[in-house]
């Protein structure tokens, strides 16, 4: 049996997505037109629109559509807007970004991961999006500043690198901190200086590389 993908889309916006105060026209447009069954293993194409983080690859997930949804949306992306995905995987979420954005520079330092997402947004005709490979702590800087750095999963700290890659004016998002005690804040940089907004608590996935330090304590 051919599982109905435009259907069960359908059904991820109505019953995931607008249950959690995500209002925003465009990106709810976004998210029923960008066939997410085909950012994921063939194996798993069946639980593409689950709610729930699904594994793309050893330790990377496709974030669960609310949090993703939410932290677009509190993303606040406009038509002209320049956006760096950290963290891209396979390439969904830099999809749906360059649905509401200018364009998008889809960052992955996994290579396997990187590839995939090259051939499936080439393959959909998402022109307006540049898969670059490199380490998702140091961001890319060849191309910054960014009016929008998003992050797809978690992390414990945001490096310095990547508020220096953020346009004045510009907006960083990110969920930091480990599992359910994690929040998802809104980074604003005005006049070099960057202040943060609590929004919301989000569990999701944790992305590499953002560890904080041990400590050593007596």
């Known amino acids: 049996m051919i599982a109905d993908f435009s259907g069960l889309r359908t059904k991820m916006v109505d019953g995931q997505v607008r249950t959690t105060d995500v ?13 997410r069954e085909a950012f994921v293993p063939l194996a798993k194409k069946d639980l593409a629109y689950i709610d729930e983080d699904l594994e793309i690859a050893p330790g990377r997930f496709l974030m669960e559509p609310s949090p993703f949804a ?3 949306q509190l993303a606040a992306i406009r038509p ?11 390439g969904y979420s830099s999809a749906v970004l360059s649905k509401l954005a200018g364009a998008v520079v889809a960052l992955e ?26 380490r998702l702590a140091s961001g890319h800087a060849p191309e910054a500043p960014y009016d929008v750095i998003f992050f797809e999963g978690a992390v414990e700290q ?5 508020f220096d890659q953020l346009k004045d004016g510009g907006r960083l998002i990110a969920v930091e901190g480990v599992g359910n005690a994690a929040v998802a804040r809104l980074h604003i940089k005005h ?11 989000a569990a999701v996935k944790p992305l590499p590389g953002f560890h904080t330090a041990p400590v050593f304590e007596f």
């Open 158 to 162: 945001i490096p310095a690198a990547l």
């Open 80 to 90: 002209g807007d320049f956006v760096l995905d950290v963290g891209a995987g396979t």
């Open 109 to 134: 330092q996994d290579a396997a991961l990187a590839a995939k997402a090259q051939a499936v947004l080439a393959g959909l005709g998402y022109d307006t999006v540049a898969v670059v490979e490199g």
């Open 191 to 201: 006049k070099g200086v960057v202040s943060a907004r609590r929004a919301f608590n």
């Open 70 to 72: 939410r932290l677009v």
């Open 23 to 35: 209002t925003s026209i465009p990106l709810l447009d976004a998210l029923l037109s960008v066939p």
